[in-house]
């Protein structure tokens, strides 16, 4: 869904979508998934550094999701990637972020959107104009998860916590019903009943979960908040 928004790598979502309903592979599409300007660097060093394949599920599932990969990335594998591979970081913050011992820093996504959205503005300043707007944009690009209330034709009605801030901390706020489209053509969204969990980026269903799926990501999103809140805190007095 980023992708058709212009973020994050090639608009081939619709190719993308030919291979779930078909259940296929191919060169095509491991050469679609390999443009995608920070996902795909993120899997391989997950890969590489806990020596799996970089299209071992648990490897996406790790970054996108959360599991216990995550716990066996090396820190110096991690540092080195933040510090060079990814584009636009600023180095000063991120030695920052590694010199800060009482916070859990893991390549997870969540973690990775809320470290690129809010550390620019504690090190430059609060920005009140858009503060709701950031928040806004740290929601839809974070993957969340919610249980399924209603089933529509191409749409879901799911009750989830969205992120929400309360004075200079973010957390996850009360539960609300809110409506996603999702793909009823791909396998596991045919039989989606009310009950089910599905993950969610930029309000679109993009997995059904199981329950240990869910408690890891919920775990892991609850982590990243700490580590987040953590480092700003700290950050605000650095800089």
């Not at 190719?15 to 300007?37: A, D, R, T």
């Not at 591979?85 to 969540?110: A, C, M, N, Y």
């Amino acid at each position: 869904m980023p992708n058709s928004l212009g973020f994050c790598g090639p608009d081939e979502g619709g190719k993308i979508l030919e291979h779930l309903h078909e259940g296929s592979v191919s060169e095509q599409l491991v050469s679609e998934l390999m443009k995608f300007e920070a996902a795909y660097p993120f899997i391989h060093m997950i890969a590489k550094s806990t020596g799996n394949d970089i299209f071992d599920y648990r490897v996406p599932e790790a970054y996108w999701i959360g599991n216990e990969l995550l716990n066996q990335v090396e820190m110096k594998d991690f540092y080195a990637f933040s510090h060079s591979t990814l584009k636009g970081r600023d180095k000063s913050v991120t030695r920052e972020v590694f010199r800060t011992p009482q916070v859990r820093v893991i390549p997870h996504h969540t973690l990775y959107v809320l470290m690129t959205l809010e550390l620019p503005l504690v090190k430059g300043g609060p920005n009140l104009n858009n503060e709701d707007k950031l928040i806004e944009q740290m929601e839809a690009c974070r993957v969340s998860w919610g249980k399924v209330k209603e089933v529509g034709k191409n749409e879901l009605v799911v009750l989830k916590r969205p992120l929400v801030r309360r004075e200079d901390v973010i957390s996850t706020g009360e539960q609300v019903a809110s409506k996603i489209k999702y793909d009823s053509n791909i396998d596991a969204f045919k039989a989606i009943k009310a009950g089910d969990y599905v993950s969610i980026h930029w309000n679109f269903a993009c997995e059904k979960l199981s329950r240990a799926q869910v408690r890891n990501i919920e775990k892991y999103t609850l982590s990243d908040l700490v580590t987040m809140n953590t480092l700003t805190a700290k950050l605000r007095k650095t800089f």
